[in-house]
């Protein structure tokens, strides 16, 4: 048995065929809905698709027209607040006379904060697998340094950098207990060091 069609075009195209069937066919003397009442029913859709199709395409053009009046709106208006700016020398007491005020300079960037829960992820033979959470104060995050040292002696040296808060390390030393952090990094200079872990590879 065949399905019952799923989309508009082929319930209109089966109404139709329904409508036509019935309407040559002397095998089908009395259905339950008329082949003039499936018609009307029909043609009441086939309008009433129409009248949708036909406002969706006055809805998309009056967004269009709203937004380039709304750009238009935003260009005349910028240009207002620079010429109040000029003439009043971006004194926000009179400023305010338009609930505006003077040009704030920029904020000027923050060292980040401490890296978070810096964990062993994955470790084998020279291998090493780092995981951390980035700070949540301070100042947003460039890049992050790896740093490591041997636990019982030496000074902290780079062992890599990471634009995410993962990284894989290779060829690192084997048989030694060394430590590794991480250091959140920007234009601003380097936050505090993270906890450190240990490992022996």
Known sequence: MPNFPKTEAEVVSLAQSIINGITDNPDFPAPPVTPV??????????????????????????????????????????????????????????????????????????????????????????????????????????????ERRERTAGGWVLAGTASITEITLTNQERGKDLEYQIIAANKAGDGPPSNRVTVVL
């Open 37 to 146: 009442a499936l018609q009307a029913s029909l043609n009441t859709f086939i309008g009433s698709r129409d009248a949708q199709t036909a406002a969706y395409a006055a809805a998309e053009q009056s967004t269009d027209v709203k937004q380039g009046d709304y750009e238009a709106l935003i260009t005349e208006m910028k240009m207002m607040l620079r010429y109040a700016e000029d003439a009043v020398h971006g004194d926000d007491s009179k400023l305010s006379a338009l609930n505006w005020g003077a040009r704030r300079g920029k904020t000027p960037l923050a060292v980040p904060g401490q890296v978070r829960l810096l964990q062993v992820a994955q470790q084998v033979e020279g291998r090493l697998t780092l995981r951390w959470k980035k700070p949540i104060e301070g100042g947003s995050p460039s890049y992050y340094k790896i």
